[in-house]
């Protein structure tokens, strides 16, 4: 069936580098991603999202890129710090009530 | 920031036995959702609600799964025999708005366990 799913499950980043984490959905007719965070104990939380109508989003640090013709999402954050340390969920928005699929996870381990 | 309260924050039962979850919404906000992490796995969909009933269900929500918003505040997760694979994080989601491009926020989440 559709899915959305992740290409590295751990990524393993120098404090003060830019991390880099893709994903990948076969939904064409997906409009809108979001990207989500969730640290140890923690529910996911909203990092940032992107329509289908959009190739670059940009937020206070991170910044969202989509292409569509490959069916590609990335996550990049900049000079990235231990608190980013955690696992980095996208999900795929399939319908009008919500629903959310997410992909397996990438979990960022930020070392100093 | 408003946040989304999940109670209990861990709960151990019987297999078998009834479990109720609890969650709290942001204030305002119309849409529910459940959703289930089984360790080390990616979060699940249960489960979506709005205006009192069930808007879409995945295959996970069988007869077993139940919610409902008893009195306009609370939104609660039922499972009513609990088996050994329904151990999971349980996270609770709303949002303000319809349509598909409305942020959901997570509660901290339920951790169950069934032994």
């Known amino acids: 069936g559709e899915s959305v799913g992740l290409h590295l499950p751990t990524l393993s980043v120098q404090e003060g580098d830019n991390s880099i984490i893709n994903c990948a959905y076969s939904?064409?007719?997906?409009?809108?991603f979001i990207w989500y965070k969730q640290e140890s104990g923690k529910g996911p939380q909203f990092i940032i999202d992107?329509?289908?109508?959009?190739d670059k989003r940009q937020g206070q640090r991170v910044t969202v890129l989509l292409n569509k013709t490959v069916k590609h999402l990335s996550l990049q954050i900049a000079a990235t710090q231990p608190g980013d340390s955690a696992v980095y969920f996208c999900?795929?928005?399939?319908?009008?009530?919500?629903?959310?699929?997410f992909g397996a996870g990438t979990q960022v381990v930020v070392t100093p | 920031e408003p946040e989304v309260t999940q109670t209990p924050s861990h709960q151990v039962t019987q297999m078998g036995q009834e479990v109720i979850l609890r969650c709290v919404p942001i204030s305002n906000h119309l849409y529910f959702y459940w959703y289930r992490q089984i360790l080390g796995q990616k979060v699940e969909f249960l489960v979506s609600?709005?205006?009192?009933?069930?808007?879409?269900k995945s295959e996970i929500f069988d007869d077993q799964f139940s919610v409902e918003r008893p009195d306009g505040s609370n939104f609660t997760l039922k499972i009513r025999s609990t088996k050994l694979e329904d151990s999971a994080m349980y996270f609770c989601?709303?949002?303000?708005?319809?349509?598909?491009?409305?942020?959901?926020?997570f509660g901290a989440g339920t951790r169950l366990s069934v032994l």
């Open positions: 609600f709005y205006n009192n009933e069930i808007s879409e």
């Open positions: 999900a795929e928005n399939e319908d009008s009530w919500g629903k959310l699929q």
């Open positions: 939904n064409s007719a997906s409009d809108y």
């Open positions: 992107i329509r289908s109508n959009m």
């Open positions: 989601a709303t949002k303000s708005g319809g349509g598909a491009k409305n942020i959901q926020y």
